[in-house]
């Protein structure tokens, strides 16, 4: 399913947000081999702290019944302003809440509920994951046959130009200096 604009903004809102020397980060952390939980975002740093980030664009989004992968020692909702002032009483209070990438809700630690090492190879895997998608567009048969439909696009252009050229030439011989006032074009 596409992704929505606005869980595209929040989710580049909490990227610029969260991109800082010494911590790493990742959308769509699949826990576990062949989990069923997956974390909209992901970040772990060189102090070791994690982070999990669930994305929520709309009420019954936040009132889902689908599992929301709260595994980190922090752990936040990432939402509107809107949304939050609908549901803020329904946030437990470990969760901390960023809207916009601006975070106004504080996390509290907890323990981790999924074991480290789970938790490093889940992200390394999505990394690569990411690494192979960046990779693939890069495939140089992939970018032959863009600069082949780049360059007949630009033929196609150039004979429609011509083209057009050559109409208003063929208007302009008929008609005199003034065509386009006798055809109603201007």
């Known amino acids: 399913m596409a992704k929505t604009e606005q869980t595209v903004e929040l989710e580049k809102a909490i990227y610029r947000s969260t991109n800082k020397q010494g911590t790493f980060g990742c959308f769509e952390v699949t826990i576990g081999w062949f989990g069923s939980e997956r974390v909209d975002y992901m970040t772990y740093d060189t102090k070791g702290i994690w982070r999990c980030y669930e994305v929520k664009v709309s009420v019954s989004d936040f ?4 599992k929301k992968t709260f595994c980190g020692h922090f752990n936040y909702y990432v939402m509107t302003k809107e949304l939050f ?3 803020k009483d329904e946030i437990p209070s470990h969760i901390g809440v960023y809207l916009y990438g601006r975070c106004v809700k504080r996390a509290k630690k907890q323990e ?7 938790l490093k190879d889940s992200l390394i895997r999505s990394l690569a994951r990411e690494v192979q998608k960046q990779f693939k567009s890069e495939d140089p048969l992939v970018i032959t046959s863009l600069n082949n439909q780049i360059r007949r696009a630009k033929s196609d252009a150039d004979m429609y130009r011509k083209s057009y050229q050559e109409l208003r030439n ?4 008929k008609y005199g200096r003034d065509w386009e006032t006798k055809l109603g074009v201007r």
């Open 112 to 118: 981790l509920e999924v074991d480290e090492q789970i």
């Open 85 to 87: 002032e609908k549901v």
């Open 170 to 173: 063929d208007l302009y011989k």
């Open 63 to 66: 009132r889902s019944k689908a």
